[in-house]
């Protein structure tokens, strides 16, 4: 990805931070990652600068559900106040958060993801209650694309990849599927549920120790969308994680039971118009995903995304074949 906004650990933050926050002195500090937003631990803490582009409204209407969720008992982390009272402060023109560290491994076992899946259903269930500020409801950025947006957004990107005779090829795939999910979605859209979901459920954001959920992060791509774009994310991350034979009936069946424990965690079960529509979604995030492309400017990386999104496309394409077999896999 483009770390173009994305900041870097100066003397200049981590005095700011320690004087704000009346930390000791930061020494050391670990860039944990993340293609857009620095995230910085230093002993028991972490420090979060978001780009340029979050406004403070926005990270103001991440905290309030954070908060939410974590009096509802849920194992999220709480954020730090400065000195002043502040949930956060000002540098550069981006928004500072400081919240605690909290270790553990990524979301992958089986049983991993369908213990966190179940905590899903519950996370969704509790913010269905919850009223959110306009700034919390859409991002700025996401890894999710709504049905009405699907066909402009990806002829965007497949511009892009015409202009490499390597790649013609699975721009018009790309376009393809876009054009046929659009067909196949424009009934149900209109009735599916929506509500602010978490918007990136996936490994690195569900941490374990042995058993146990330990800490969920990252409300970066928190909106309102269908509930079922983020059970979709989840299941087209699995898929495409796992690999081998994406469509077999062993696959269709675990990716089942991870529908099924998201379901279990639900006040309002998923009706059955919601999971008739689920292949589809899940078909449609691997054309939002394609739609990051312009934000890669590595070349290697380049290169690397375009070969996994050719299967990732490929196996998208035969859901939307296969749907009625998708269909009765979670019916």
Known sequence: MSLNHRAVVTPELLAIVRDSYGLPDI?????????????????????????????PERVAAIQRV???LVDAGFPFARTLQTRAGEDYLMWDRRVVEVEGYIPGQK?????????????LGRIHTTLQSLTVSPAGRTAPTANNIEPWRLLAA???????????PETVGLADRADELAGRLVDAERAVTPVLPRQIVHGDFWDNNVLFRDDDIVVILDLDFMGERARIDDVALTLYYTNSTFGGDYTSRERLAFLRRIVDAYDSGLASPLSTVERSA????????????????????????LQRFVEEMRDDIGWAADVVDNRHRWHRAFA
Request: a neutral charge; glycine letters at 8%; proline letters at 6%.
């Open 27 to 55: 020494s050391d500090p670990v860039d944990l990652g993340g293609s857009m937003n620095l995230n910085v631990r230093f002993g028991r803490w972490v420090i979060r600068v978001y780009c340029p582009w979050v406004s």
């Open 66 to 68: 954070r908060g939410a």
């Open 107 to 119: 979301m992958r076992a089986d049983d991993q993801l369908v213990r966190g899946m179940a905590v």
């Open 154 to 164: 990806t002829r965007l990107t497949t511009d892009l990849l015409r202009a490499d």
């Open 278 to 301: 689920l292949p589809l979604a899940i078909a449609r995030t691997a054309l939002g995903l394609l739609c990051h492309l312009p934000d890669i400017d590595e070349p290697t990386a």
